[in-house]
């Protein structure tokens, strides 16, 4: 039955849908034993609605820049799932920005929000506009643009946009702002808030730091290490790379590599943080080369001189390795140069940044492999707390979001783990992952009837 719905889909799909018919059959073929045990979930038709969006929004986004010209962008909102709560999921602003990426990024932001056990469906959205060399009065102009037809779509209870790739908390103050001017409301529509109007403390770090703590949970019980001492390399360096760093070095790892669009630094005594974040830290999208010359000792490759379909930030000797950038960012040539390298982890921050053939060779070698669904599910979640916390009007203090997001991410380690175990597929947390997730967003499909 998997296999049918699979090739329907791949006939009535198009090219720009390459990366969401990556996800659909990884999470298909995961699928297969439990769909096939259980009747119910062909009588009530799940796996073919699971895998139809429930509504493709798209609009025209008309911008003017600072020279007075008119711009114009794409501008989308994708709502795939809301069987368990209102629909959630970020927003990316990035020129590689279609209908098929963002399809890919809803269809998984289903499976990991069902992860969270938290009451949130799955969307995403964005647009291919590029903030990248505009100035802050431009992306103002663009976000309020953008707001003006997205409003519509969206609600506190309804769907909650938050940031992505290209959206941090600069933008989604812009954006909020817009909602707020056309609907009158200051209500808790989106969240990654600025902290001063209904943002929660911590969301910000949690992607990161929740990557770090599921790494921690499943390194301790799987292999009793922990990340003490342990040279570790991250791609990447946005939010969830510049977090992740932070919180590894936080437990004693040193790590040596980040990356971006343009090339890699490999820096041997390890990542000096505040420099890179004075580069890279609030959205400020600058060259790695400035780390280069701060730092002569460090090595900057780049992207032109990278070996065919390989990354420089994975060819390092390192204990446990960190993708943190974007899809498809770890290729199999990758995988096979960490483990000639001795490493016994990869932990993704980013969405689906490991190949499927990568994904393979490093199960097959005993690599713990830890899929992104379930190891950066600490944004969402924290996103999540930003909404109790808007609708019961409290603000909860560090701590407390700190210690609620290590239980979770602990708490999904565990799901994952006892479910691949249940499933006879031990220590493949892919499987785990999907089967725990699909189980709890397809229960409620039946529950609720069509
Ligand atoms: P940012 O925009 O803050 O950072 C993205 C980083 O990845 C930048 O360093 C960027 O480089 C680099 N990058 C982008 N495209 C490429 C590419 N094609 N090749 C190499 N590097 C690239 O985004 P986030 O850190 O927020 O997101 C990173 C990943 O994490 C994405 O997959 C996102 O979907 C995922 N994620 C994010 C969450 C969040 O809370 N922000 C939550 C869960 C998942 P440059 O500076 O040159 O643009």
Redesign the pocket.
Known sequence: MVEKILANLEKSSCAVDNTFLQAVSEVLHSLTPIVESDPRYEMNGIVERLVTPDRIIQFKVQWLDDQNRVNINNGYRIQFNNSLGPYKG?L?F?P?VTTGVLKF?AFEQIFKNSLTGLPIGGAKGGSDFDP?GKSDFEIMKFCRAFMRELHQYIGARTDVP?????V?SKEIGFLFGEYKRISRNYDGVLS?KPYAFGGSLMRPQ??GYGVVYFAQEMLKEELQETLDSQVCCV???????LHTIEKLQFFGAKVITC????GTIYDPDGIKLELLKSI?GD?K?QSLKLYKAKVPTSVYTQKDDYPEGAHPVWSYPCFAAFP????N?LTKADAQSLIRNGCIAVVE???M?TTPDAIDLLQEEGILFAP?KAS?AG??AVSEFEMSQNASMEKWDYDKVDRKLDELMRQIYKRIALTAKEYGRERNFVDGANIAAFKRVAEAMILEGV
């Open positions: 970020g990316r990035h590689s990024l990248k938050a940031g992505d790739i290209g941090g990654g949690a992607t791609s990447g360096a946005g939010n969830v790379a990356s971006d669009s343009e890279k959205e999208r943190c950038a974007t899809q960012e921050g980013a969405n940044p992104g950066n944004g969402v």
